[in-house]
Protein backbone atom coordinates (compact mmCIF):
# COMPACT_ATOMS: atom_id res chain seq x y z
CA UNK A 1 0.00 0.00 0.00
CA UNK A 2 2.92 2.45 0.82
CA UNK A 3 4.41 1.50 -2.85
CA UNK A 4 0.68 3.04 -4.43
CA UNK A 5 0.71 5.77 -2.10
CA UNK A 6 4.21 6.62 -3.44
CA UNK A 7 3.70 5.89 -7.20
CA UNK A 8 0.44 8.27 -6.40
CA UNK A 9 2.44 10.89 -4.74
CA UNK A 10 5.19 10.79 -7.33
CA UNK A 11 2.05 10.91 -10.60
CA UNK A 12 0.53 14.05 -8.64
CA UNK A 13 3.99 15.80 -8.37
CA UNK A 14 4.22 15.50 -12.05
CA UNK A 15 1.02 16.82 -12.60
CA UNK A 16 1.08 19.49 -10.71
CA UNK A 17 4.23 20.41 -12.14
CA UNK A 18 3.29 20.87 -15.75
CA UNK A 19 -0.37 21.93 -15.07
CA UNK A 20 -0.97 24.95 -17.04
CA UNK A 21 -1.66 28.04 -14.39
CA UNK A 22 -5.25 28.96 -13.95
CA UNK A 23 -6.93 32.26 -13.82
CA UNK A 24 -7.55 33.52 -10.58
CA UNK A 25 -10.90 33.71 -9.18
CA UNK A 26 -10.96 37.27 -7.39
CA UNK A 27 -14.82 37.70 -6.75
CA UNK A 28 -16.46 36.40 -3.47
CA UNK A 29 -18.18 33.14 -4.13
CA UNK A 30 -20.64 33.57 -1.57
CA UNK A 31 -21.74 36.92 -2.83
CA UNK A 32 -21.90 36.09 -6.41
CA UNK A 33 -24.66 33.53 -5.53
CA UNK A 34 -26.31 36.43 -3.64
CA UNK A 35 -26.74 34.66 -0.12
CA UNK A 36 -26.99 35.78 2.81
CA UNK A 37 -24.91 35.49 5.93
CA UNK A 38 -27.36 33.64 7.72
CA UNK A 39 -28.43 30.83 5.15
CA UNK A 40 -24.12 30.30 4.59
CA UNK A 41 -24.18 30.06 8.77
CA UNK A 42 -27.33 27.64 9.10
CA UNK A 43 -25.47 25.48 5.88
CA UNK A 44 -22.46 25.58 7.96
CA UNK A 45 -23.48 23.96 11.20
CA UNK A 46 -26.05 21.75 9.97
CA UNK A 47 -23.47 20.37 7.73
CA UNK A 48 -20.47 20.45 10.49
CA UNK A 49 -22.95 18.87 13.28
CA UNK A 50 -24.12 16.19 11.08
CA UNK A 51 -20.08 15.21 9.85
CA UNK A 52 -20.08 11.48 12.21
CA UNK A 53 -16.35 12.23 11.93
CA UNK A 54 -16.26 15.39 14.12
CA UNK A 55 -18.98 13.76 16.39
CA UNK A 56 -17.05 10.95 17.31
CA UNK A 57 -14.27 13.32 17.81
CA UNK A 58 -15.79 15.54 20.34
CA UNK A 59 -17.52 12.45 22.43
CA UNK A 60 -14.10 10.84 22.34
CA UNK A 61 -12.14 14.32 23.75
CA UNK A 62 -14.53 15.96 25.63
CA UNK A 63 -15.37 13.29 28.26
CA UNK A 64 -11.54 13.73 29.56
CA UNK A 65 -12.14 17.36 30.75
CA UNK A 66 -15.32 16.69 32.68
CA UNK A 67 -15.34 15.92 36.05
CA UNK A 68 -18.19 14.50 37.56
CA UNK A 69 -18.04 15.91 41.00
CA UNK A 70 -19.20 18.99 39.28
CA UNK A 71 -22.13 20.68 37.42
CA UNK A 72 -22.46 19.45 33.95
CA UNK A 73 -23.81 21.90 32.31
CA UNK A 74 -21.34 24.92 33.27
CA UNK A 75 -18.51 22.70 32.09
CA UNK A 76 -19.66 21.47 28.34
CA UNK A 77 -21.07 25.06 28.15
CA UNK A 78 -17.35 25.92 28.92
CA UNK A 79 -15.55 23.03 26.52
CA UNK A 80 -18.19 24.43 23.61
CA UNK A 81 -17.30 27.85 24.08
CA UNK A 82 -13.48 26.98 24.52
CA UNK A 83 -13.82 24.53 21.43
CA UNK A 84 -15.56 27.72 19.14
CA UNK A 85 -13.00 29.80 19.91
CA UNK A 86 -10.09 27.78 19.03
CA UNK A 87 -11.44 27.01 15.99
CA UNK A 88 -12.46 30.31 15.46
CA UNK A 89 -8.65 31.06 15.45
CA UNK A 90 -7.57 28.58 13.53
CA UNK A 91 -10.26 29.53 10.64
CA UNK A 92 -9.31 32.82 10.92
CA UNK A 93 -5.77 32.46 10.43
CA UNK A 94 -6.36 30.24 7.36
CA UNK A 95 -8.10 32.90 6.25
CA UNK A 96 -5.52 35.29 6.58
CA UNK A 97 -3.38 33.25 5.11
CA UNK A 98 -5.40 33.12 2.26
CA UNK A 99 -5.73 36.61 1.32
CA UNK A 100 -1.89 37.00 1.64
CA UNK A 101 -1.47 33.75 -0.76
CA UNK A 102 -3.63 35.38 -3.35
CA UNK A 103 -1.62 38.82 -3.14
CA UNK A 104 1.24 37.07 -3.52
CA UNK A 105 0.01 34.93 -6.40
CA UNK A 106 -1.33 37.53 -8.06
CA UNK A 107 0.50 36.90 -11.66
CA UNK A 108 0.96 33.99 -13.71
CA UNK A 109 4.87 33.66 -13.32
CA UNK A 110 4.22 33.22 -9.51
CA UNK A 111 1.50 30.81 -9.58
CA UNK A 112 3.61 28.98 -12.36
CA UNK A 113 6.65 28.82 -9.72
CA UNK A 114 4.53 27.77 -6.77
CA UNK A 115 2.66 24.84 -9.27
CA UNK A 116 6.38 24.10 -9.82
CA UNK A 117 7.59 24.37 -6.26
CA UNK A 118 4.46 21.53 -5.10
CA UNK A 119 4.94 19.30 -7.55
CA UNK A 120 8.43 19.08 -6.95
CA UNK A 121 7.56 18.92 -3.08
CA UNK A 122 4.75 15.89 -3.89
CA UNK A 123 7.74 13.95 -5.91
CA UNK A 124 10.55 14.53 -3.11
CA UNK A 125 7.48 12.76 -0.58
CA UNK A 126 6.62 10.24 -3.25
CA UNK A 127 10.09 8.97 -3.61
CA UNK A 128 11.04 9.02 0.19
CA UNK A 129 8.45 7.23 1.25
CA UNK A 130 9.10 4.62 -2.15
CA UNK A 131 12.74 3.90 -0.70
CA UNK A 132 11.23 3.98 2.49
CA UNK A 133 9.67 0.29 2.16
CA UNK A 134 12.82 -1.00 0.54
Given at each position: ?????????????????????SQ?????????K??????I???????????????I????L????????????????????????I?????L??????????S??????????F??????????F?????????
Amino acid sequence: MKIIGAIYLCYLGGKTYFSPVSQMNTGSSCHAKNETSSIIFKQAFFMTSSNPKALIFVSALLPQFIQADTALVPQVTALCFISAMIHFAIYLSYAALGERAKSLLNNNQRRQRFNQFSGVIFLVFGIFIGLSTI
